[in-house]
């Protein structure tokens, strides 16, 4: 079954950045389109990035566009969501979130994801 194991989350201080890191077990790893959520306390679940198999398609939520950079090694098996100038707003849970043969596309819906990671926080402090 495929397993998502996210790391890099922490506290920083608005204008830093953190890296996040997602690997993945237990499939063929070009074979997932990947993604990356969040949840912040008392809102809804909201996509923040998607790429897909290849990684030639790349979307971004409006709120971290030009900020946030999404990238992937197939060969590493890893997923990884680069974070700059950080906003006291982006404190959430992250999470990695996977669906298999999906096509040349991602999703920004959650619904399409069938796995999920645990969950890495992020608190970015005034």
């Known amino acids: 079954e495929v397993r998502l194991v996210e790391s890099g989350g922490g506290l920083v201080q608005a204008g830093g950045a953190l890296n996040l890191s997602c690997t993945a077990s237990g499939t063929t790893f070009d074979d997932l389109t990947m993604g990356w959520f969040r949840q912040a306390p008392g809102k809804e679940l909201e996509v923040v990035s998607c790429?897909?198999?290849?990684?030639?398609?790349?979307r971004y939520s409006d709120s971290v566009k030009d900020r946030f950079t999404i990238s992937r090694d197939n060969a590493k098996k890893t997923l990884n969501l680069q974070m700059n100038s950080l906003k006291p707003e982006d404190t959430a849970i992250y999470y990695c979130?996977?669906?298999?043969?999906?096509?040349?596309?991602?999703?920004?819906?959650?619904?399409?994801?069938?796995?999920w990671g645990q969950g890495t926080q992020v608190t970015v402090s005034s």
């Open positions: 979130a996977a669906v298999k043969n999906l096509g040349p596309w991602c999703s920004e819906s959650r619904y399409e994801y069938d796995y």
């Open positions: 790429i897909s198999r290849s990684g030639s398609g790349i």
